[in-house]
């Protein structure tokens, strides 16, 4: 194979040689677009979500072994490929022939709801057994650290792959001292009767024999045929990959500009993200060179192309053959490196591509810097030794190094006697996040004494580059640091002192906060004193459900956990999402072109140039649009596509059709946009509230007269809370495919969504054509959160516009950066008694809409339907208002409002123990509802099951016991502190609307006695189509084997309602089970004359359509009562955290949760839910900050900036209990909607950390209610602690900076 061409193995055993492989094309989407291998997924396209995980092997011939690794997909070139072999979720098993251990234990354990991610946690856990089959639990979560899961909170992915490690796996069901391995069983209940989500015993067993064999091809290849330089030729950009060194230095001499791509991860996103053309790339990764590692008396040399994870494992090797004094550097790095990026990033990245890329807050070049580390670079001038120190980064992104100069391998230095060094990082996100700050320290003392001989800080994340603490260190220099009061000293003086330097650093994020990083992160880096938190496993969980009654039949599958229905085609890659379908003859791409502005006038657009471009066939604008231009939602009309002005950056304005995706986004790019801003934009709320922009409805309700109650109250207290707004981030973006059939204005939308007749009514009045004419297919969505209603039929509706125009097949599929761009303070009063009852309670809640209306009413509407949670308190008033703003329009988040608005209930009542110094669950426990009661809407309803939950998730989680631990704890402990709360929901199930509320079904019974089910509710990861399945079951006396689920249409079930408000079960379950007990009547005759007769024998052919009206819910404003849902859910959880009062750093110990869900159709479906949408709430009270610059962009555009939940986010401990004997009669079967209600339980995290903070404020004399705004991340929490070195930092003065992102 000469130049020009890439031979690799694909591993379902294809031989694939791409003779023209462009080096600007991933390896993600060739699998996906030219190998038809969809299992693999886009998530991110940056290396942050690890959707598209693949193995690759290779055969090194020097040592004559293979080495397998994981990688993503989405960053690894094409071109670099060639001798590879790389294994997808397709090549490890499939339904056709036999699955892999890894995909079936996944799916059995309930590891994948919407399955999106699925793939990607499968090859990360199938690279991680191919290099060791029996890990350990750490092994695991470091594996899955860069995958990210919407769904699932993680916690049965682990458990999943939990059987794969020899470790004990107990269930804990008989508590921590009793091990059920040991045969001991629990005195409560028999062990076999408890119902199992899967039996350890059936699972296929993991036998490394069977895996797949490298290919001997291409290790015959590389052993025989002596390497030669490849180029490769695209369509923009030139690829060279050398052999040797020397060619390698003659190529940089030539062509000092281009870069050298080595894991191309920081090269890959640039090209991708910031539209940074290479015209020519060199890919020196098979110059042999740059891999070698050498040992000298002085230290080691590692080659600058070794990967990270390759560096990590040389320094292990090394740190035990060698005195612990000598590898105090080795260890600092190793440390940085456990948590640098993910697995996937480190088997990739190299260390010279690390150093050279020299990112602000770059993990490793503070260490190196601080290490006396040093580099040896070549060029056609010769080669030298440069110092890594002050001189050597020299601005963000640049090194001292000549354009020319290639880095051929890194020294590092042993240490000596009496010299230690420390590394630092300090990260919104514990794993799988670029830190904020990070820190390298040497220190040297002189021989048996404290005095400084030689001192060395450098810090990353505080500057533009990484920047060496020299005034401090000279500060230290020959002086005695007796620890540990002299350090303190120390630790004083490097932060406040005049020659604190790094004061002075404006900081990596402006200047609103700069004192408070060295404070911190200076405490954290001297373990010493701090203790840090030794590697903690996540403890297999305990899971309670209801077991069936004795006298159910076995076919019935209602009540039983039932694996996800698509669970294994999901883990096997084959379930087919909205991109996955193949391309269509001529289909073109539609990409849209966004306003750069928040608030102007649109003066010219010139699309002249994109039309020019290559492939691009057509740019769409407002006037191409046949039939109506806007959508109207809640009475607001929002223009498709802004015609004159626009009000807010992201807002769509055009859009780009064109052959390829490529084509369409050089096209997109090309489009000239100008503007005249106008004045005042509006971003945040105070500003909304000033100028009186809003969105009307505003809604009022209230019981009792909260003015005169005020008067008569013992004590006021006014308190503020801010929720920052929480990111859907599904991770499967908006995807559809617009075909138009060619006769009579037909149409076909296949698309991810929630609502499929909101889309088809939307097409149909863009296009202006009967909504007969439009059908909508949902096979299924991966993942939606209620972020795929609105949003996406605005986004269908200018692709159908695109179709209808060029008459051609138009998918659109978003990226993740433009997804998250076009997808959201308030003082209120308490008045209670001294001895914590509450009698008045007014709040005022006020939503930052963003420019358009969407759902917003609505949420603030059911803010204030909520505002009574669980407390009966007897003058209550509550104010819900939208404010319209120039930030991108926010949509309806799962909960629709609610755990945004029970938050700032909840902090009240904190408030109010903390006024009265008592704990926060006697105040709550004192004002809950009790007996028969009604509701500040005058519905009346029974709180029983709310109060069982409260006492036992009292009981299971021995709260009492814990709280007293606490304290013990925390008066043992200056800079730890735990906390623990518990908090209990009652959710109003159902649509407000009683319309809503409806459902339909077709069941079609074939004459072989397969059964088809269509319904109204969309497959999301939910379960719903398990749930239909098991209702049909039972109620035609079939095991669901026999029953199937294709998918949603609107020519199937017309008219549905959206899958949301967790009424998606309660409305089709009804629909589905009523159809099939019709169809069942029909076939009773058959069924009486041959009583013995199968199933099949009884069926004939039949269709039938069935109508079901749900209940009729209102609410009557004026009156301020009403019936606006069916009855509600309740839910009690209780969290334990231990906080670093330092560093604000935090892990979730313990949570235990405790829901009544009815009688559940499918307990680990549920269960499920409960704890993805803990793990969602958890995201969102403690994590999760959408970040606006000062201009209303948007900073936080992908998992880069965004921060969801991670493995490292579950907590240690983790119990769900279904409460056992509970009853609805108003749902299915009495089961209850559960999707949403369990997110506001992730709030119990917040408020435990509320409380931990309590306590260090405590210890430094400061008492009584504080402000702790959500999310509470680890600065806020930081800073709220109040330590005394905090304390110590002046607040920066308002208006003597510009802040780097808005308080929104
Ligand atoms: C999702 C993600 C998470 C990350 N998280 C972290 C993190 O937590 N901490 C952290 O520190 N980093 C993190 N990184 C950054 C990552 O570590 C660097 O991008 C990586 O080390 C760069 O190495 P590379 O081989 O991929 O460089 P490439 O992208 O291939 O090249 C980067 C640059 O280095 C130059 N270069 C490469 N090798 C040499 C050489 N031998 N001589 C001269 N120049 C050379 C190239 O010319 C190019 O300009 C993350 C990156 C991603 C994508
Ligand atoms: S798509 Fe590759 S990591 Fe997200
Ligand atoms: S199952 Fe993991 S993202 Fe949906």
């Given at each position: 194979?000469?130049?020009?061409?890439?031979?690799?193995?694909?591993?379902?055993?294809?031989?694939?040689?791409?003779?023209?492989?462009?080096?600007?094309?991933?390896?993600?989407?060739?699998?996906?677009?030219?190998?038809?291998?969809?299992?693999?997924?886009?998530?991110?396209?940056?290396?942050?979500?690890?959707?598209?995980?693949?193995?690759?092997?290779?055969?090194?011939?020097?040592?004559?072994?293979?080495?397998?690794?994981?990688?993503?997909?989405?960053?690894?070139?094409?071109?670099?490929?060639?001798?590879?072999?790389?294994?997808?979720?397709?090549?490890?098993?499939?339904?056709?022939?036999?699955?892999?251990?890894?995909?079936?234990?996944?799916?059995?354990?309930?590891?994948?709801?919407?399955?999106?991610?699925?793939?990607?946690?499968?090859?990360?856990?199938?690279?991680?057994?191919?290099?060791?089959?029996?890990?350990?639990?750490?092994?695991?979560?470091?594996?899955?650290?860069?995958?990210?899961?919407?769904?699932?909170?993680?916690?049965?992915?682990?458990?999943?792959?939990?059987?794969?490690?020899?470790?004990?796996?107990?269930?804990?069901?008989?508590?921590?001292?009793?091990?059920?391995?040991?045969?001991?069983?629990?005195?409560?209940?028999?062990?076999?009767?408890?119902?199992?989500?899967?039996?350890?015993?059936?699972?296929?067993?993991?036998?490394?024999?069977?895996e797949l064999i490298f290919p001997p091809e291409l290790i015959l290849m590389a052993d025989t045929t002596s390497p030669q330089t490849l180029t490769f030729h695209g369509e923009r950009v030139t690829w060279v990959s050398p052999v040797s060194l020397e060619e390698l230095i003659q190529l940089k001499a030539k062509h000092p500009k281009a870069p050298l791509v080595m894991g191309n991860t920081n090269i890959g996103p640039d090209m991708k993200f910031k539209?940074?053309?290479?015209?020519?790339?060199?890919?020196?990764?098979?110059?042999?060179?740059?891999?070698?590692?050498?040992?000298?008396?002085?230290?080691?040399?590692?080659?600058?192309?070794?990967?990270?994870?390759?560096?990590?494992?040389?320094?292990?090797?090394?740190?035990?053959?060698?005195?612990?004094?000598?590898?105090?550097?080795?260890?600092?790095?190793?440390?940085?490196?456990?948590?640098?990026?993910?697995?996937?990033?480190?088997?990739?990245?190299?260390?010279?591509?690390?150093?050279?890329?020299?990112?602000?807050?770059?993990?490793?070049?503070?260490?190196?810097?601080?290490?006396?580390?040093?580099?040896?670079?070549?060029?056609?001038?010769?080669?030298?030794?440069?110092?890594?120190?002050?001189d050597f980064f020299v601005g963000f992104g640049k090194v001292i190094l000549q354009p020319e100069e290639i880095v051929v391998s890194v020294f590092i230095p042993f240490s000596r006697k009496g010299e230690f060094v420390q590394a630092l990082r300090h990260a919104p996100r514990k794993e799988a996040s670029f830190a904020t700050v990070t820190a390298g320290m040497r220190v040297m003392f002189s021989e048996s004494s404290r005095v400084v001989q030689d001192v060395s800080i450098y810090y990353g994340g505080m500057g533009p580059t990484t920047v060496s603490a020299a005034k401090t260190c000279q500060a230290i220099i020959r002086r005695s640091l007796c620890f540990p009061l002299n350090f303190r000293s120390l630790l004083y003086f490097i932060t406040f002192s005049p020659c604190a330097d790094l004061l002075f650093f404006p900081s990596g994020r402006g200047t609103t906060r700069p004192s408070a990083k060295p404070t911190t992160s200076f405490w954290k880096s001297w373990p010493s004193l701090l203790q840090l938190q030794e590697g903690r496993e996540i403890q297999p969980g305990l899971q309670e459900f209801q077991p069936v009654s004795k006298d159910q039949s076995n076919h019935d599958a209602v009540g039983r956990p039932m694996m996800h229905r698509s669970a294994i085609s999901q883990a096997t890659g084959e379930a087919v999402y909205c991109d996955d379908l193949p391309k269509i003859e001529g289909e073109l791409f539609l990409m849209v072109v966004t306003s750069s502005r928040p608030h102007a006038k649109i003066t010219g657009l010139d699309v002249s140039e994109a039309l020019q471009l290559p492939g691009v066939v057509d740019v769409i604008t407002t006037k191409d649009i046949p039939g109506k231009k806007v959508r109207t939602f809640c009475g607001y009309n929002e223009e498709l596509l802004a015609e004159s002005e626009v009000s807010c950056i992201g807002q769509m304005i055009c859009a780009v059709v064109a052959d390829t995706k490529a084509h369409a986004k050089r096209g997109a790019a090309a489009v000239k946009i100008s503007y005249e801003d106008l004045p005042d934009p509006i971003f945040t709320i105070e500003e909304a509230v000033e100028k009186s922009s809003y969105f009307e409805p505003r809604r009022l309700l209230q019981r009792g007269d909260v003015t005169e109650a005020f008067k008569t109250v013992d004590k006021v207290y006014e308190g503020e809370i801010r929720i920052g707004g929480q990111e859907h981030f599904y991770m499967e973006t908006q995807s559809m495919l617009v075909v138009p059939v060619g006769e009579e204005m037909e149409f076909n939308v296949y698309i991810s969504t929630q609502w499929p007749t909101l889309i088809q009514d939307a097409v149909a009045e863009t296009l202006n054509i009967a909504s007969n004419r439009v059908t909508c297919h949902v096979k299924r969505v991966g993942g939606a959160f209620g972020g795929k209603v609105t949003r996406t039929s605005v986004l269908a509706s200018i692709t159908s516009v695109a179709a209808w125009k060029t008459?051609?097949?138009?998918?659109?599929?978003?990226?993740?950066?433009?997804?998250?761009?076009?997808?959201?303070?308030?003082?209120?009063?308490v008045g209670f008694m001294n001895d914590g009852k509450i009698v008045a309670a007014d709040f005022q809640f006020f939503a930052n809409s963003g420019n358009t209306v969407d759902e917003s009413p609505l949420v603030a509407e059911k803010m204030v339907l909520h505002m009574d949670t669980a407390y009966n308190i007897p003058n209550l008033r509550g104010r819900g208002t939208a404010c319209k703003t120039n930030l991108p329009s926010n949509t309806a988040f799962r909960g629709f409002g609610v755990p945004q608005g029970l938050l700032i209930v909840e902090n009240m009542i904190n408030d109010v123990a903390m006024v009265l110094g008592c704990p926060a669950d006697k105040i709550r426990e004192?004002?809950?509802?009790?007996?028969?009661?009604?509701?500040?809407?005058?519905?009346?309803?029974?709180?029983?099951?709310?109060?069982?939950?409260?006492?036992?998730?009292?009981?299971?989680?021995?709260?009492?016991?814990?709280?007293?631990?606490?304290?013990?704890?925390?008066?043992?402990?200056?800079?730890?502190?735990?906390?623990?709360?518990?908090?209990?929901?009652?959710?109003?199930?159902?649509?407000?609307?009683?319309?809503?509320n409806q459902a339909a079904a077709l069941v079609h019974i074939y004459k072989d006695g397969s059964v088809l089910v269509s319904h109204g509710g969309t497959e999301m990861g939910q379960g719903v189509h398990t749930k239909m399945q098991q209702i049909a079951s039972r109620e035609l006396h079939i095991p669901p084997s026999k029953i199937y689920i294709s998918e949603t249409s609107t020519n199937t079930v017309p008219n549905?309602?959206?899958?949301?408000?967790?009424?998606?079960?309660?409305?089709?379950?009804?629909?589905?089970?009523?159809?099939?007990?019709?169809?069942?009547?029909?076939?009773?005759?058959?069924?009486?004359?041959?009583?013995?007769?199968?199933?099949?024998?009884?069926?004939?052919?039949?269709?039938?359509?069935?109508?079901?009206?749900?209940?009729?819910?209102?609410?009557?404003?004026?009156?301020?009562?009403?019936?606006?849902?069916?009855?509600?859910?309740?839910?009690?959880?209780?969290?334990?955290?231990?906080?670093?009062?330092?560093?604000?750093?935090?892990?979730?110990?313990?949570?235990?949760?405790?829901?009544?869900?009815?009688?559940?159709?499918?307990?680990?479906?549920?269960?499920?839910?409960?704890?993805?949408?803990?793990?969602?709430?958890?995201?969102?009270?403690?994590?999760?900050?959408?970040?606006?610059?000062?201009?209303?962009?948007?900073?936080?555009?992908?998992?880069?900036?965004?921060?969801?939940?991670?493995?490292?986010?579950?907590?240690?401990?983790?119990?769900?209990?279904?409460?056992?004997?509970?009853?609805?009669?108003?749902?299915?079967?009495?089961?209850?909607?559960?999707?949403?209600?369990?997110?506001?339980?992730?709030?119990?995290?917040?408020?435990?950390?509320?409380?931990?903070?309590?306590?260090?404020?405590?210890?430094?004399?400061?008492?009584?209610?504080?402000?702790?705004?959500?999310?509470?991340?680890?600065?806020?929490?930081?800073?709220?602690?109040?330590?005394?070195?905090?304390?110590?930092?002046?607040?920066?003065?308002?208006?003597?900076?510009?802040?780097?992102?808005?308080?929104?």
């Amino acid at each position: 194979l000469g130049s020009g061409g890439v031979l690799f193995y694909l591993f379902i055993f294809l031989n694939v040689t791409e003779n023209h492989a462009d080096p600007e094309t991933m390896l993600l989407p060739f699998l996906r677009q030219k190998m038809k291998l969809t299992g693999t997924k886009y998530g991110c396209g940056g290396g942050g979500c690890g959707a598209c995980t693949v193995m690759v092997s290779r055969y090194q011939p020097a040592t004559k072994s293979i080495i397998h690794y994981s990688a993503n997909a989405c960053l690894l070139p094409l071109c670099q490929l060639h001798g590879a072999a790389v294994t997808t979720v397709e090549g490890i098993g499939s339904t056709k022939t036999r699955i892999h251990p890894v995909q079936e234990r996944i799916a059995k354990a309930h590891g994948s709801q919407c399955g999106f991610c699925t793939p990607g946690m499968v090859m990360s856990t199938y690279a991680l057994l191919r290099n060791k089959p029996q890990p350990t639990m750490d092994d695991i979560t470091q594996a899955l650290a860069g995958n990210l899961c919407r769904c699932t909170g993680y916690r049965p992915i682990v458990e999943g792959c939990r059987t794969f490690c020899q470790e004990a796996n107990c269930c804990q069901a008989n508590g921590a001292a009793n091990c059920c391995l040991n045969g001991e069983k629990n005195g409560d209940e028999p062990e076999q009767e408890k119902p199992q989500l899967f039996d350890k015993l059936d699972l296929l067993p993991l036998d490394p024999t069977q895996e797949l064999i490298f290919p001997p091809e291409l290790i015959l290849m590389a052993d025989t045929t002596s390497p030669q330089t490849l180029t490769f030729h695209g369509e923009r950009v030139t690829w060279v990959s050398p052999v040797s060194l020397e060619e390698l230095i003659q190529l940089k001499a030539k062509h000092p500009k281009a870069p050298l791509v080595m894991g191309n991860t920081n090269i890959g996103p640039d090209m991708k993200f910031k539209g940074i053309l290479h015209p020519l790339i060199i890919s020196p990764t098979r110059v042999k060179g740059l891999f070698e590692v050498s040992q000298t008396p002085q230290g080691v040399w590692v080659g600058a192309g070794c990967s990270l994870s390759e560096l990590h494992s040389v320094l292990e090797k090394l740190v035990p053959q060698f005195p612990e004094e000598k590898t105090e550097v080795f260890r600092a790095l190793n440390r940085q490196l456990g948590n640098l990026g993910s697995v996937q990033i480190r088997n990739v990245a190299s260390l010279g591509g690390n150093i050279v890329s020299a990112y602000p807050n770059s993990d490793l070049n503070p260490i190196l810097a601080a290490g006396n580390c040093k580099v040896s670079v070549i060029s056609s001038g010769g080669r030298r030794e440069v110092p890594l120190n002050q001189d050597f980064f020299v601005g963000f992104g640049k090194v001292i190094l000549q354009p020319e100069e290639i880095v051929v391998s890194v020294f590092i230095p042993f240490s000596r006697k009496g010299e230690f060094v420390q590394a630092l990082r300090h990260a919104p996100r514990k794993e799988a996040s670029f830190a904020t700050v990070t820190a390298g320290m040497r220190v040297m003392f002189s021989e048996s004494s404290r005095v400084v001989q030689d001192v060395s800080i450098y810090y990353g994340g505080m500057g533009p580059t990484t920047v060496s603490a020299a005034k401090t260190c000279q500060a230290i220099i020959r002086r005695s640091l007796c620890f540990p009061l002299n350090f303190r000293s120390l630790l004083y003086f490097i932060t406040f002192s005049p020659c604190a330097d790094l004061l002075f650093f404006p900081s990596g994020r402006g200047t609103t906060r700069p004192s408070a990083k060295p404070t911190t992160s200076f405490w954290k880096s001297w373990p010493s004193l701090l203790q840090l938190q030794e590697g903690r496993e996540i403890q297999p969980g305990l899971q309670e459900f209801q077991p069936v009654s004795k006298d159910q039949s076995n076919h019935d599958a209602v009540g039983r956990p039932m694996m996800h229905r698509s669970a294994i085609s999901q883990a096997t890659g084959e379930a087919v999402y909205c991109d996955d379908l193949p391309k269509i003859e001529g289909e073109l791409f539609l990409m849209v072109v966004t306003s750069s502005r928040p608030h102007a006038k649109i003066t010219g657009l010139d699309v002249s140039e994109a039309l020019q471009l290559p492939g691009v066939v057509d740019v769409i604008t407002t006037k191409d649009i046949p039939g109506k231009k806007v959508r109207t939602f809640c009475g607001y009309n929002e223009e498709l596509l802004a015609e004159s002005e626009v009000s807010c950056i992201g807002q769509m304005i055009c859009a780009v059709v064109a052959d390829t995706k490529a084509h369409a986004k050089r096209g997109a790019a090309a489009v000239k946009i100008s503007y005249e801003d106008l004045p005042d934009p509006i971003f945040t709320i105070e500003e909304a509230v000033e100028k009186s922009s809003y969105f009307e409805p505003r809604r009022l309700l209230q019981r009792g007269d909260v003015t005169e109650a005020f008067k008569t109250v013992d004590k006021v207290y006014e308190g503020e809370i801010r929720i920052g707004g929480q990111e859907h981030f599904y991770m499967e973006t908006q995807s559809m495919l617009v075909v138009p059939v060619g006769e009579e204005m037909e149409f076909n939308v296949y698309i991810s969504t929630q609502w499929p007749t909101l889309i088809q009514d939307a097409v149909a009045e863009t296009l202006n054509i009967a909504s007969n004419r439009v059908t909508c297919h949902v096979k299924r969505v991966g993942g939606a959160f209620g972020g795929k209603v609105t949003r996406t039929s605005v986004l269908a509706s200018i692709t159908s516009v695109a179709a209808w125009k060029t008459n051609r097949a138009v998918r659109c599929v978003l990226e993740r950066g433009e997804d998250m761009l076009i997808t959201g303070g308030e003082p209120s009063s308490v008045g209670f008694m001294n001895d914590g009852k509450i009698v008045a309670a007014d709040f005022q809640f006020f939503a930052n809409s963003g420019n358009t209306v969407d759902e917003s009413p609505l949420v603030a509407e059911k803010m204030v339907l909520h505002m009574d949670t669980a407390y009966n308190i007897p003058n209550l008033r509550g104010r819900g208002t939208a404010c319209k703003t120039n930030l991108p329009s926010n949509t309806a988040f799962r909960g629709f409002g609610v755990p945004q608005g029970l938050l700032i209930v909840e902090n009240m009542i904190n408030d109010v123990a903390m006024v009265l110094g008592c704990p926060a669950d006697k105040i709550r426990e004192m004002n809950m509802y009790r007996g028969p009661s009604t509701t500040h809407y005058k519905f009346e309803f029974n709180p029983e099951n709310l109060l069982r939950c409260w006492e036992e998730c009292k009981r299971r989680s021995d709260y009492s016991a814990r709280r007293g631990a606490i304290e013990q704890f925390n008066e043992q402990n200056r800079w730890k502190k735990r906390g623990i709360s518990i908090i209990p929901i009652k959710y109003g199930i159902a649509f407000s609307d009683g319309f809503l509320n409806q459902a339909a079904a077709l069941v079609h019974i074939y004459k072989d006695g397969s059964v088809l089910v269509s319904h109204g509710g969309t497959e999301m990861g939910q379960g719903v189509h398990t749930k239909m399945q098991q209702i049909a079951s039972r109620e035609l006396h079939i095991p669901p084997s026999k029953i199937y689920i294709s998918e949603t249409s609107t020519n199937t079930v017309p008219n549905t309602c959206p899958s949301a408000a967790s009424f998606g079960t309660d409305a089709n379950g009804m629909a589905v089970k009523d159809a099939c007990q019709i169809l069942y009547q029909r076939l009773e005759p058959i069924r009486k004359k041959n009583p013995k007769g199968t199933w099949e024998i009884a069926v004939s052919d039949c269709i039938f359509l069935f109508v079901l009206r749900g209940p009729d819910l209102y609410v009557d404003w004026d009156k301020m009562e009403g019936q606006p849902y069916a009855y509600y859910t309740y839910g009690v959880s209780c969290s334990e955290v231990e906080l670093d009062c330092l560093t604000g750093e935090y892990r979730t110990l313990r949570t235990d949760i405790v829901v009544d869900i009815g009688k559940s159709v499918n307990p680990s479906v549920d269960m499920g839910q409960i704890e993805g949408a803990f793990m969602q709430g958890l995201g969102l009270y403690t994590l999760e900050e959408l970040k606006f610059s000062p201009f209303g962009l948007l900073y936080t555009r992908g998992p880069s900036q965004y921060k969801i939940p991670a493995v490292c986010d579950v907590p240690l401990q983790f119990n769900v209990y279904l409460l056992p004997d509970s009853d609805n009669p108003y749902a299915i079967y009495s089961s209850k909607g559960i999707g949403e209600p369990t997110l506001f339980l992730g709030s119990s995290v917040f408020f435990a950390i509320k409380d931990a903070v309590a306590a260090a404020r405590s210890d430094s004399g400061l008492k009584g209610p504080f402000s702790l705004n959500s999310p509470a991340t680890p600065e806020r929490a930081c800073l709220a602690s109040a330590s005394p070195f905090t304390q110590k930092v002046p607040a920066s003065k308002p208006g003597s900076f510009k802040p780097w992102a808005l308080d929104i």
